[in-house]
């Protein structure tokens, strides 16, 4: 097939000019154009990456010609759990499989000729790049936001691993779909709560969309209030609560443990005992998705009783799933009368309510505003003054404090898995202590068995020798694979430094990050992670920005034929390199784009590229000979019409490049390619431009028109055409006639037609002077080009 001919003669060109290659030393203005690294599997890549790549290919081609430095890299990220599962299925070590992968994706992208710069090309599963993933952790390390600390975590069985939040979908694992549960397990951590602040405060900075920035805010969920402490009746014992409404604490009937509160085992009573531990375990079974998600509350009454601090009054201490020991502090009070969670589990079981805003119709739950009632010294107050007042005698009564707190929990960071970055730390005397940085990297050892322990030690614990260090033991968990991506858009700024993880000249000539592009379902893990990660790193002096991306934007997904999400399981994949082989990747590549807009998704559909085929071929026939193969284009001076189109297209394409509105680039090409058959134009005044706008959409076909027609040069390096604003500019405009205000017709005008042509325009429309009763207009308003009103007489 000449399509496959073409491409391979292009790309073969491009690679020997070195035509993607970024400057680290250019004295031009740089561009920075980022897509979320995939991770390598061996199903290989398929129509959803292409679609996802394209956007910042169609960027960094369209910015390149227009005189900037434009870094585009690729690379992998390539450490995680399917080439463990399929280790332990195989016994073939994951680096194999890993590599295998890496070497089909590489060809696959190759092939679609983005223009990547291949000579920066990283994966976070080679040793010179997590040798600086485990050097970043360090500096976290010793800047006390890595800690070890047994944390309730979500347990894979039959994976025999540790699963992150998001890795946990409706309780079971995201990769097999096996049941998880919570169980408790000493884990290492990363302090994200210090940063919450920041990272709420800086999403003002950054232009994402605003979805985006509202699901961050909403992770981590800044509350004002108050913690308030309450008694255990008949004990010493205390445990504090934290509520944003202090001011309904009169309206309290019942507390509400997790079931894994220390102060559980205590409060029971003997006569609950039983109950309460059969709770305790049948709660342990539930991940924390579906305790959080269980619409049907449960729960079980320890037997024990806390001490309302404002009234002294008895309140019964119950326990329930639904309250997180790791969400602030294990415990609520419930106030029934005024929220619904609360109300619904005081009915099931029975419970009183105590209204303490005041409904005026003594509606139970209440969630509006009222005045305080049944509340002691604050009745009567509006909300923001009962708050005020409890506040104050929360903390003058010394019962609580003044409490800013976040839902945000931190970033539980270590896996039992084999395939991930060691730890660079030891255990000695009780003591975790650093590995020298002159160690580094520490590298994955080899084991016998890549399969964690049944009680979820991790298979590095196998080899006995490499865990033996000096008088201690290296740490045998591994990093999560969000170790590596949290920060490898720093390092393909520099990615050969053997000395450092980049150099600050290079961090500070690319970064931040002008455009990156990738799914939204990375809102709260990596784009959260790496935004940690980024302020971290300014915070000790190795980078010169805070936040890591200027520009975001999310791709809609190319759905299967059947409407659905691409999936094996579905049946409904569409290979890349098969979709190749039958219509080349320029059509591929331009039909991803006409789909529809970036942000949505699209269903696949096979007839669709055939139409962008015909289109691209129909184009080349303008320039070229079909049969011959020779150039047919001539140097003929263009019609007005073309002239003035061309430049229309120019504008039109740029603008729309500008604004990721790639579909209609598209049909703005198409609309002139119909222009220049209907003016039998073979041009090269129009063609070799539109070769140049094909070139960020098509870059084989355009680079196949330019050569045949002696273009300079290859069109990829070529300069971006510009427009003549002047001929951006039409000669005559429709405009809508108004009669009193209502639109009566149209009419053609000259651009800069007087009033007294436009009015008389205006009267050769029957419906206009019909409205005037056949009388002249008693007034007109007129603007050129925006308003024609004619007001009538009375």
Sequence with gaps: MKHIEIESKWQQAWTKAEAYKADNNSTKPKYYALDMFPYPSGSGLHMGHIASYTPTDIISRYKRAMGFNVLHPMGYDAFGLPAEQYAIQTGVHPAITTEKSIQSFRSTLQRYGFSFDWSREISTADPNYYKWTQFIFLKLFEKGLAYQKEVPVNWCPALKTVLANDEVIDGKSERGGHPVIRKPMKQWMLKITDYAERLLNDLDKIDWPERTKEAQ????????????????????????????????????????????????????????????????????????????????????????????????????????????????????????????????????????????????????????????????????????????????????????????????????????????????????????????????????????????????????????????????????DTMPGAAGSSWYFLRYADPHNSSAPFSPEAIKYWLPVDLYVGGAEHTVGHLLYSRFWTKVLFDVGLISIDEPFKKLAHQGMILGPDGEKMSKSRGNVIPADEVAKETGVDALRCYVCFLGPLDKDKPWAENGIEGVRRFLDRLSRLAVNDQTGESIANDETLPAEVEKLLHKTIKKVSQDIEAMNFNTCISSMMIFVNELYKHECRSKKALLPLAQLLQPFAPHTAEELWHSMGGNGLVVTAPWPKFDPALCQDDTVTMGVQVNGKMRGTVELAVAADEATAVAEALKITTVTAALNGAPPAKVIYKPGKILNLIAGK
């Design 217 to 476: 805010r909403n992770w981590i969920g800044k509350s004002e209030g108050a913690i308030v402490k309450f008694k255990v009746k008949n004990t010493d014992s205390e445990f504090e609560i934290f509520t944003t409404r202090p001011d309904t604490i009169f309206g309290v009937t019942f507390m509400v443990l997790a079931p894994e509160h220390p102060l559980v085992k205590s409060l029971t009573s003997p006569t609950q005992t039983k109950d309460v531990a059969d709770y305790i375990e049948a709660s342990a079974k539930k991940s924390e998705v579906d305790r959080k998600a269980n619409t049907e509350k449960t729960g079980v009454f320890t037997g024990g009783f806390a001490v309302n601090p404002v009234n002294g009054k008895d309140i019964p201490v119950w326990i329930a799933d639904y309250v997180m020991m790791d969400y602030g502090t294990g415990a609520i009070m419930a106030v029934p009368a005024h929220d619904e969670r609360d109300f619904e589990f005081a009915t099931k079981f029975q419970l009183p309510v105590i209204p303490v805003v005041d409904s005026g119709t003594g509606e139970v739950p209440f969630f509006g505003e009222g005045k305080a009632i049944n509340s002691g010294f604050i009745n009567g107050l509006a909300k923001a003054d009962a708050i005020k007042q409890m506040t104050a005698h929360i903390e003058e009564k010394q019962l609580g404090k003044k409490q800013v707190q976040y839902k945000l929990r931190d970033w539980l960071f270590s896996r039992q898995r084999y395939w991930g970055e060691p730890f660079p730390v030891y255990h000695e005397n009780g003591q975790i202590k650093p590995v020298p940085m002159n160690e580094l990297p520490v590298l994955l050892p080899e084991v016998a068995n890549y399969e964690p322990s049944d009680k979820g030690e991790a298979p590095l614990a196998n080899n006995k020798d490499w865990v033996k260090y000096g008088n201690g033991h290296r740490e045998t």
